[in-house]
């Protein structure tokens, strides 16, 4: 599977909420700043960014709750591409508890490439296209839950 470490971390009591479980919201973070990571290493920079006036955008966004994650937990997502066409991606992170090696929750975004100053979707340079190529990976099945 070809798929690039994106992120790396750990849960802290802060993240915990009233069952003591990490809560969605920090998921949904961890997996942010995955995004970013995956988006610099297919060459959507920071700088690319802002020179050329574009952005992303999520358009949808599907999270698996596979294994509860607590406080203390060490966790790494690891990201793939699932496909890129003209304008938008469609990409995997899978994050997984270090300690144990089970997969704790994936998601599956689909983001939009925008320019910024018009507001609307707008073509991947060909360098993007080609990066994220090489990163496209069939996901496997999730573990039973459980």
Same mark, same amino acid.
């Given at each position: ?56 955008? %999520? *358009? ?5 709750? +596979? !294994? @509860?994650? #607590?406080?203390? %937990? *060490? ?5 793939? +591409? !699932? @496909?890129? #066409? ?61």
């Amino acid at each position: 599977m070809n798929t690039l470490l994106t992120y790396r971390g750990t849960v802290y009591p802060w993240h915990c909420d009233q069952v003591g479980h990490m809560n969605v919201m920090w998921y949904v973070g961890k997996f942010d700043e995955a995004t970013w990571q995956l988006f610099n290493a297919i060459g959507l920079t920071p700088s690319y960014l802002r020179t050329n006036e574009r952005g992303m955008a %999520a *358009v949808d966004q599907h999270i698996t709750y +596979v !294994k @509860e994650l #607590h406080a203390g %937990a *060490v966790v790494s997502i690891n990201s793939s +591409v !699932k @496909e890129v #066409h003209h304008k938008r991606i469609t990409f995997v992170h899978e994050m997984r508890n270090d300690e144990t090696g089970e997969v704790a929750a994936r998601t599956t975004l689909v983001a939009v490439h925008m320019d910024t100053a018009a507001r609307k979707s707008c073509a991947f340079p060909t360098s993007v296209l080609e990066a994220a190529q090489a990163l496209i990976a069939e996901a496997p099945p999730l573990p039973p839950v459980g």
